[in-house]
């Protein structure tokens, strides 16, 4: 009798144990099939150029508007959110040598915001900013939420709006780590929207990323360009969205 209880005991268990397997087998393979060529492929977000010179707040050399410290903390917050989401979260910090080619004093007679050409490039002339080891250079958002920090704009010859590569196509390490990582989705906000965030989410989109910039998130240096970047960013594909959204960036 004891023996039969047992018996049938363990064939109800392995019952159970063959239906869990099933279920969850399903569950497995429906997440897997909802989305066939992103599966495993993770989201990574760049946060752009939260600096001190780029910033109101922080009495910038080359001051965004907008850029307060109550949008600084917005930022942050957003990249908390984003970090406690599983995403993997990166900077870029803009990082020039004291006599880099944009500073407008390193061309003699010239002004700030005059836009000239060097070699075969149309290059704007920028007063002195995010001068390496400075204050001002410094990312002033939690530095413990990013995974990495990808600086750009230390070669003194050439300018580096985009966090993948400079005007001389020098490459970044931040291809390589998205890769490495398995992302295929990359997030972009920050400052400006018209140079460095733009060219950061369009190298993105070139490096084989979908790419999503969220505009509350991001300020720009001027509103025609602004306008602009944000339409050369829709027409090449970027999904372009208002504020955060946290649903709607896990289903595009
Ligand atoms: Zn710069």
Same mark, same amino acid.
């Given at each position: 009798m004891k023996?039969?209880?047992?018996?049938d005991?363990?064939?109800?268990?392995?019952?159970?144990?063959?239906?869990s397997?099933?279920?969850?087998?399903?569950?497995?393979l429906?997440t897997?099939g909802?989305?066939?060529?992103?599966?495993?492929?993770?989201?990574?977000v760049?946060?752009?150029?939260?600096?001190?010179?780029?910033?109101?707040?922080?009495?910038?050399?080359?001051?965004?508007?907008?850029?307060?410290?109550a949008?600084?903390?917005?930022?942050?917050e957003?990249a908390?959110?984003l970090?406690?989401?599983?995403?993997?979260?990166?900077?870029?910090?803009?990082?020039h040598?004291?006599?880099?080619?944009?500073?407008?004093t390193?061309?003699?007679?010239k002004?700030?915001?005059?836009?000239?050409d060097?070699?075969?490039?149309?290059?704007?002339?920028?007063?002195?900013?995010?001068?390496?080891?400075?204050?001002?250079?410094?990312?002033?958002?939690?530095?413990?939420?990013?995974?990495?920090t990808?600086? =750009?704009g230390?070669?003194?010859?050439?300018?580096?709006?985009s966090?993948?590569?400079?005007?001389?196509?020098?490459?970044t390490?931040?291809?390589?780590?998205l890769?490495?990582?398995?992302?295929?989705?990359?997030?972009?906000?920050?400052?400006?929207?018209?140079?460095c965030?733009?060219?950061t989410?369009?190298?993105?989109?070139?490096?084989?990323?979908?790419?999503i910039?969220?505009?509350?998130?991001?300020?720009?240096?001027?509103?025609?360009?602004? =306008?602009a970047?944000?339409?050369?960013?829709?027409?090449?594909?970027?999904?372009?969205?208002?504020?955060l959204?946290?649903?709607?960036i896990?289903?595009e």
């Amino acid at each position: 009798m004891k023996a039969k209880r047992f018996s049938d005991f363990f064939r109800s268990f392995l019952g159970v144990a063959l239906f869990s397997c099933l279920l969850g087998g399903m569950v497995f393979l429906s997440t897997v099939g909802a989305c066939p060529e992103c599966a495993g492929g993770k989201t990574a977000v760049i946060v752009v150029d939260m600096q001190g010179d780029f910033s109101t707040w922080k009495n910038g050399s080359l001051a965004v508007n907008g850029t307060d410290e109550a949008f600084f903390e917005k930022v942050e917050e957003a990249a908390e959110e984003l970090s406690k989401e599983g995403f993997l979260v990166f900077a870029t910090q803009d990082w020039h040598p004291a006599d880099h080619i944009s500073f407008y004093t390193q061309h003699p007679g010239k002004k700030p915001f005059e836009l000239v050409d060097i070699e075969e490039r149309k290059q704007v002339l920028w007063p002195p900013h995010c001068v390496q080891g400075t204050e001002n250079a410094r990312i002033f958002v939690d530095n413990n939420l990013f995974f990495a920090t990808v600086k =750009k704009g230390k070669d003194p010859r050439y300018d580096s709006y985009s966090g993948f590569q400079d005007d001389g196509g020098a490459v970044t390490e931040m291809n390589k780590i998205l890769k490495r990582n398995m992302v295929s989705k990359v997030v972009v906000f920050g400052i400006a929207t018209d140079y460095c965030v733009k060219a950061t989410a369009l190298d993105a989109q070139k490096n084989g990323f979908k790419v999503i910039f969220v505009e509350d998130l991001s300020k720009g240096v001027a509103p025609d360009t602004t =306008k602009a970047a944000i339409e050369e960013m829709k027409a090449k594909g970027i999904v372009v969205l208002k504020d955060l959204d946290i649903k709607k960036i896990n289903v595009e």
